[in-house]
């Protein structure tokens, strides 16, 4: 059992899972982190747990105002460009947005429609240290929006990876 209790030090500031949890599941957690007002949790990973783009917006609307989430791994879980949108939101600079550094987004087929959605939210975000995109069937349409968060005068983006994508020269 684990207790979610700031008086405690046995809190959790991890949540990984790898076991297919679909939006409802995932939905239904952040809504129970939420409704506590839990902000001890720093590490989200959900690989292959299928969460598809409900998931994520119940991922973002646990985010709003959370201030230590520093990274967010969604590997594999069926993201569309409308999942990115919501993330592109949630990490739009501004009082209550999460100060993640370090996002992953593999293997999810979003395309570039995708990433310019995420990046509408992250061009001016000044947090991101490492962004990975592998496998997400991005295209050349998709490079000028990660231009656009590069050029930022105030990214910190130190990684941004981008393996198996056909983004050509």
Request: glycine share 8%.
């Amino acid at each position: 059992m684990v207790k979610i209790d700031e008086g405690d030090q046995d809190y959790i500031t991890k949540y990984h899972s790898w076991e297919e949890l679909g939006w409802p599941g995932i939905k239904a957690i952040c809504e129970s982190f939420k409704t506590v007002g839990y902000n001890k949790l720093y590490s989200m990973r959900l690989w292959k747990s299928y969460i598809e783009d409900e998931g994520v917006r119940a991922i973002c609307e646990f985010l709003h105002g959370n201030i230590s989430m520093l990274c967010l791994e969604l590997m594999d879980n069926k993201i569309s460009p409308l999942g990115c949108e919501f993330l592109g939101r949630a990490m739009t600079p501004g009082p209550k947005c999460a100060p993640i550094c370090f996002l992953k987004l593999d293997c999810n087929n979003f395309g570039s429609r995708g990433v310019e959605n995420l990046c509408n939210g992250l061009k001016n975000n000044e947090n991101i240290k490492m962004l990975s995109l592998c496998y997400c069937g991005i295209d050349e349409k998709g490079a000028r929006p990660l231009f656009e968060c590069l050029i930022f005068s105030k990214s910190k983006m130190e990684e941004l990876i981008l393996t198996g994508n056909k983004l050509k020269n």
